[in-house]
């Protein structure tokens, strides 16, 4: 099992950042090559890929409407991933939930392991 805690959500105003952090407990990342992905929903509206990353950090996915803002890193050895988030747009305001699973996917359905999400806000 593994057990992921998000934070660092909170309320900013457009154009800030924001750095999210997801704290993993019980197996670690790498020992079983666990890949991370965070993704973000807002009210009303379904799930949405935001970020991805392999377990040895090599290899990242950034959904098309955070690329060249946001950035997905991880510290194997703190057992912890990071999402910062540059340049928000009111459009960012959603819940962000952290996910693991063994193997790098884009796709929500494949993760196996969630957080129970961090809100953001931006505000204009």
């Known amino acids: 099992q593994v057990q992921l805690v998000e934070s660092g959500g909170g309320l900013v105003q457009t154009g800030g950042s924001l750095r999210l952090s997801c704290a993993a407990s019980g197996r670690t990342f790498s020992t079983y090559v666990m890949a991370m992905g965070w993704f973000r929903q807002a009210p009303g509206k379904e799930r949405e890929f935001v970020a991805a990353?392999?377990?040895?950090?090599?290899?990242?996915y950034y959904g098309e409407s955070v690329k060249g803002r946001f950035t997905i890193s991880r510290d194997n050895a703190k057992n912890t991933g990071n999402l910062q988030m540059n340049n928000l747009k009111p459009e960012d305001t959603a819940v962000y939930f952290c996910?693991?699973?063994?193997?790098?996917?884009?796709?929500?359905?494949?993760?196996?392991?969630w957080g129970q999400g961090t809100q953001v806000t931006v505000s204009l």
């Open positions: 996910a693991a699973k063994r193997g790098l996917s884009i796709r929500g359905r494949d993760y196996e392991y």
């Open positions: 990353i392999s377990w040895n950090g090599l290899s990242t």
